[in-house]
């Protein structure tokens, strides 16, 4: 079977042939300068949303300094939220109130905290996770639902928790560093929907067999 088409803003279609409302390609569904999302990422939301950045990234600003950055082929559940380096307060001094915030002369450079968001590839963030500002999740890892993410989520992991932390890794090292190589996401649609068995049966030597030249 091919590929759903990356260009449509609802992938699903249902038996009466309506789109599901509720399910994104979120390339198709973000128009936002800080923002972005690799082809056939999804999100799902029981209450759809107009505006779907606000929605995962209420945070995140056109005027923010940092950048929410999510790759191909990641699925995101209900009640996923995305708290961005701009909701943070400076830490350093005697207070944590952001005085500069309520003066507009002052409010568009002050910023404390200016880290991105990064998102690897084929990454299932689960319900009602808590992805915090400068998290980076490594290609392939699994967030519980409602893990509390922050720091680096390596490769493959699968965490839970608040905090979350890595109850254990998907595979082996040596077939991690197979997949990493591999970079499967980065394949023309044909060949990745010519692997489709092999990417749901778990056969590595498989999908090596049928990587592109």
Not at 87 to 98: I, K, R
Not at 143 to 154: H, K, L, S, T
Request: hydrophobic letters at 40%.
């Amino acid at each position: 079977m091919p590929l759903p088409d990356p260009c449509r803003r609802y992938p699903i279609t249902l038996p009466d042939g309506s789109d599901h409302e509720g399910t994104v390609f979120l390339s198709q569904a973000i128009d936002h300068p800080r923002f972005q999302a690799g082809a056939f990422t999804y999100a799902s939301d029981f209450d759809a949303p107009q505006d779907w950045a606000s929605r995962l990234a209420p945070y995140l600003f056109p005027f923010s300094r940092e950048k929410l950055v999510l790759g191909k082929f990641c699925q995101i559940a209900h009640g996923v939220r995305f708290i961005t380096a701009s909701a943070n307060h400076a830490m350093d001094g005697l207070t944590s109130f952001p005085f500069p915030v309520f003066e507009p002369e002052n409010m568009a450079g002050y910023q404390p905290d200016t880290r991105n968001t990064i998102v690897g590839n084929d990454v299932w963030i689960g319900y009602g996770a808590l992805i915090l500002p400068g998290a980076r999740i490594g290609n392939g890892a699994i967030i519980g639902a409602g893990a509390v993410v922050r720091g680096d989520i390596p490769p493959y992991a699968m965490v839970t928790g608040n905090p979350a932390e890595v109850r254990r890794l998907r595979f082996d090292a040596n077939t991690i560093q197979r997949l990493e190589a591999l970079r499967w996401w980065d394949w023309p649609a044909a060949a990745i929907a010519q692997a489709e068995s092999a990417l749901l049966s778990g056969h590595i030597d498989e999908l090596e067999r049928l990587a592109p030249n």
